[in-house]
């Protein structure tokens, strides 16, 4: 009996050693929430992974859209004119028969397929393409879509969960068919109106706020109308016009617009200036565009150095160690300094007197002096130091590519961290390189079909546009 107990005894303890032993599952331990990725920044998988992107777009605002898609993981599959391609490929080229920085830098992580799309065989493989994508991007000319034959009803039709997105260069309106690049949208998008010194031209911006910028506009489009389709089922138009996405990044000049119908714009420099204000916003040259007064301030060296200069702002809450800094302690009391108010007329002096100490200081040490005291300044960085800025390397925003025609390469790499998603810069695809794979591979076509598909000339480029391409 007392063995019997002992044995039941000992079973039962083992149970329960192996109850303890077992561990909770992960969803059970976290009231079924999800926890945290045990593994790695940005090693937990592919965002977009299972997206398909059909990439009819060519240049800069369309390709950037792609990109940045592709890096988050959607497969996107680039269509090219045969022979040709994308323009950018042979644009600005600086290695002989390479393809250019331009390209390389605008189509990493995608694959490229040589397409006529005008031929009937290219129409069959264009649909047969458009049935097995999410999303068709699109950034051709006005009409040119619909002039191919691929009208949105005719899409739809083909797959009602088809996204079908596009930039034009305007909405509808007195401009809808007119051709657009970069610079013609800043300028109608009220960029280049309000850039630029008062007694000046209007300027041009160097960023790319309307290609770049709209082709940011379009992924986010693409992304809402992804969720939306998880909802409806249903697959829909994002349309983007680079006006409209330029004059969205000029918001707060249309905000000034308005509040110049109630008096002069106090904390432009013309105010303190006494230059009265005309009906529009003028040009404001580096006045801050926010609430803290800022300008573009020398530094030592700016002499010989064009990018010898610090964006130094007088932040409120910091003027007084302002005043530390660089030595002009009295402001701090002086009425006519002292608050943000009183020292609107006065910003030319301030920044001129501010302008002293930082010519004695090269741009780094007036970041390291001002940053120490939290006063906000930024270093006028060149293109030249950005590339060789170790800790840009370090987080994936530059990245070093090799490419098999032209080597290595810098490029920018996903500016956007997620930390659940691998986001791998791979180089940009040659012109067809995976045009076979994509015809056998993703459409189905069998080898006879694929070599037909190549002789009729849908995928490779005519006789006489190979003769001049040679
Ligand atoms: N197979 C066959 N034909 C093709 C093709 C393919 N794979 N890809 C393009 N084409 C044809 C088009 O069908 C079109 O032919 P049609 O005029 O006979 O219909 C032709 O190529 C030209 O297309 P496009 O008008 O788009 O190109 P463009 O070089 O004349 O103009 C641009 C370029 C950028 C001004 C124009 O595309 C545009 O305004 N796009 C919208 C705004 C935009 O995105 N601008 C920014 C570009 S980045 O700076």
Known sequence: ????????????????????????????????LPRPSTKPWGKAGKALQGIRILDLSHVQAGPTCT?????????????????????TRGQLRDVPDADSLYFTMLNHNKRSIT??????????????LIKCCDVLVENFGPG????????????????????????????PGPYEDCKVYENVAQCA?????TTGFRDGPPLVTGA??????????????????????????????????????????????????????????????????????GKSVPRAGNDSGGGQPGWILKCKGWETDPDAYIYFITQAPVWEK??????????????????????????????AT??????????????????????????????????????????????????????????????????DSISEVKRSPLLGEHTEEILGAVLGYSAKEVAEIKSSGAVTPPEKVRAAAA
Not at 117 to 124: D, Q, S
Not at 249 to 260: A, G, P, S
Not at 384 to 403: F, N, Q, W, Y
Not at 412 to 418: H, S
Request: aromatic fraction near 6%; charge should be positive.
């Open 1 to 32: 009996m007392a063995t019997k107990k002992r044995k039941k005894a000992r079973a039962a303890s083992k149970r329960i050693v192996k109850l303890k032993a077992k561990k909770p599952s992960a969803k059970a331990a976290n009231n079924g």
């Open 67 to 87: 990109q940045l898609l592709a890096w988050f993981g959607a497969d996107v599959i680039k269509v090219e004119r045969p022979g040709v391609g994308d323009i």
């Open 115 to 128: 397409l006529d799309t005008k031929h009937p065989k290219g129409k069959e493989v264009l649909e047969r």
């Open 144 to 171: 040119v879509l619909d002039r191919m034959g691929y009208t949105w009803e005719h899409i739809h039709k083909l797959n009602p969960r088809m996204i079908v997105a596009s930039i034009k260069g305007f909405g």
């Open 189 to 193: 998008g009220g960029a280049a109106s």
């Open 208 to 277: 790319q706020i309307g290609d770049s910028g709209n082709g940011l506009h379009l992924a986010v489009g693409i992304v809402t109308a992804l969720y939306q389709r998880d909802r409806t089922g249903r697959g829909q138009r994002v349309n983007v016009a680079m006006q409209d996405g330029v004059l969205n990044l000029c918001r707060v000049k249309l905000r000034d617009q308005q509040r110049l119908q109630r008096g002069p714009l106090a904390e432009y420099s013309q105010h303190g200036e006494g230059i009265p204000f």
């Open 322 to 351: 302002i005043c530390d800094v660089i030595g002009k302690p009295e402001w701090k009391t002086d009425k006519d300094y002292a608050t943000p108010k009183a020292r609107l007329p006065r910003l030319k002096h301030i920044f």
């Open 354 to 419: 501010i302008e002293q100490w930082t010519m004695t200081k090269t741009k780094f040490e007036v970041m390291e002096i001002c940053n120490a005291v939290d006063i906000p300044v930024g270093p006028i960085l060149s293109m030249k130091e950005i590339a060789e800025e170790p800790s840009l390397r370090k987080t994936g925003t530059m990245v070093e590519v090799d490419h098999p025609t032209r080597g290595k390469y810098l490029t920018v790499g996903n500016p956007i961290k997620l930390s």
